[in-house]
């Protein structure tokens, strides 16, 4: 059976998970991040290649000082401690978003991140930080434009040829899931996302596990992906 190449999962349900049992919503991110890190390792042993996960977007920057603050602090720590446990299994990770208006420190530990883990080649997390699909995608035009200032020529220029503009030229996403319960996308990877099969689930990310994971992989399995086509072997 095929493993999606390109897993991408919006880790929502942090908050209300700690909410239901009388915690303070750090509590949440926290155990959040604890499962990241089992479900990166797990996405890479079952062969998926790269896994996006939305970890901050750049509306998350309305919520309360403390809880920006905590999630910026969370994400230092993180790329500073288990980080090395992700290098060691071979996996190289990458930071997508804005850097221009997030702390200094922040963005150090993304940079180190990223230099220690470059020449890894199993498989790839792409964390997207201070990040927004739509954001994305105008980064890209300005650096095109900039290319066609300097004598580009776009004749040609084909939907696979804009992803060398994105923040990182990652392929395009085939499972998309949302952990808790909300059925949107709330400005993810609105580029690569275009054929993507989604995957909606009620459970709360920090309560997301390996056998949640393959159940998602296995809906994935069984999904009749037609790219606009026909597919002649499962149509009668
Ligand atoms: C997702 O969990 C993590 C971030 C957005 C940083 P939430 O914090 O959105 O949790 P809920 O949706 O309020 O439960
Ligand atoms: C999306 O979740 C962002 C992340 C998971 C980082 P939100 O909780 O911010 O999305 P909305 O507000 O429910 O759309
Ligand atoms: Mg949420």
């Known amino acids: ?5 390109h897993v991408a999962i919006i880790m929502d349900g942090n908050g209300r998970w700690a909410q239901k049992q009388g915690l303070k919503r750090s ?3 926290l155990e959040g991040s604890k499962t990241l890190e089992k479900i990166a390792i797990h996405a890479k042993k079952m062969g998926v290649k790269v896994l996006s996960v939305y970890a901050f977007s750049t509306d998350n920057f309305k919520r309360d000082k403390e809880e920006v603050d905590y999630l910026m602090d969370l994400i230092i720590k993180y790329f500073n401690t288990k980080f090395d446990k992700l290098a060691k299994n071979g996996i190289k990770v990458v930071v997508s978003g ?3 208006n997030i702390r200094e420190d922040v963005k150090q530990a993304i940079e180190t991140v990223e230099e220690k883990t470059k020449d890894n080649k199993e498989a790839i997390l792409n964390i997207c930080f201070n990040y927004g699909g739509q954001e994305e995608i105008i980064d890209g035009a300005i650096r095109l434009a900039q290319d066609l200032n300097k ?4 004749d040609n220029f084909k939907r696979e040829d ?3 503009y ?4 990652l392929p395009p996403i085939d499972l998309l899931i949302r952990t808790g319960g909300e059925y949107r996308v709330s400005n993810f990877m609105l580029y690569q996302m275009s054929y993507s099969e989604f995957y909606f689930t009620n459970t709360y990310f ?3 596990d390996k056998s949640e994971f393959n159940k998602a992989i296995f809906t994935f399995q069984n999904r009749d992906r037609r790219f606009g086509g026909i597919n002649d072997k499962k149509s009668s």
């Open 1 to 5: 059976m095929d493993v999606p190449n």
């Open 151 to 154: 004598g580009l020529k776009i």
């Open 27 to 29: 509590a949440g991110h």
């Open 162 to 164: 804009f992803y060398k």
């Open 166 to 169: 994105l923040y990182h030229d």
């Open 206 to 208: 920090p309560d997301f």
């Open 98 to 100: 804005r850097r221009n």
